[in-house]
């Protein structure tokens, strides 16, 4: 029986959108706790595609933790209908944060999912970072996200209320 690799390193978009897509599977698999998402404004995720969100739907359930921040929701909003509906849906897991303290490009872009895996993008123009297992990486980048979250406020309500 082979282990798997502990470190993958994303070479491209499409290595970077594969590597959310499986690590968003393997933690509805799993069926872990808690998933981490921050990036400036998920415009190059996979969040509203229908595997990524039937991931998650399974993935969902009562004492789960799903945290993503963001600098804006705008194109997370227009772009990923999907992702937006399943958030309506279950609310009860999801809180969308945002921090406009930091420019365009200084938002780090990390996939966390504490104790199975993460996934870091280095450098958005060319798509190059790592998927990863290791514990000192998740640490290192749990507190990058616990940084921003500091300076971060609620954003992206489940509903508008208005007329």
């Known amino acids: 029986m082979s282990e798997q690799p502990t470190r993958a390193l994303i070479e491209s978009r499409?290595?970077?959108?594969?590597?959310?897509?499986?690590?968003?599977?393997?933690?509805?698999?799993?069926?872990?706790?808690?998933?981490?998402?921050?990036?400036?404004?998920?415009?190059?995720w996979p969040l509203g595609e229908k595997a990524v969100v039937d991931d998650l739907t399974h993935w969902a359930a009562a004492h789960r933790s799903f945290t993503i921040v963001a600098r804006s929701f705008d194109a997370l909003a227009r772009a990923q209908a999907r992702w937006v509906n399943w958030r309506r849906q279950f609310s009860h897991v999801v809180q969308c944060r945002s921090n406009d303290d930091l420019e365009a490009g200084q938002m780090p872009s990390i996939l966390l999912v504490p104790g199975l895996l993460s996934v870091r993008l280095h450098d958005r123009v060319h798509y190059r970072g790592v998927a990863t297992r290791e514990k000192a990486d998740e640490v290192q980048w749990r507190e990058e996200i616990d940084a921003v979250l500091q300076r971060s406020a609620e954003a992206f309500p489940a509903t508008t209320l208005g007329l």
């Open 14 to 44: 499409s290595d970077f959108q594969n590597a959310v897509r499986g690590a968003l599977a393997e933690a509805a698999l799993v069926g872990c706790r808690e998933i981490w998402l921050i990036d400036d404004d998920f415009a190059d």
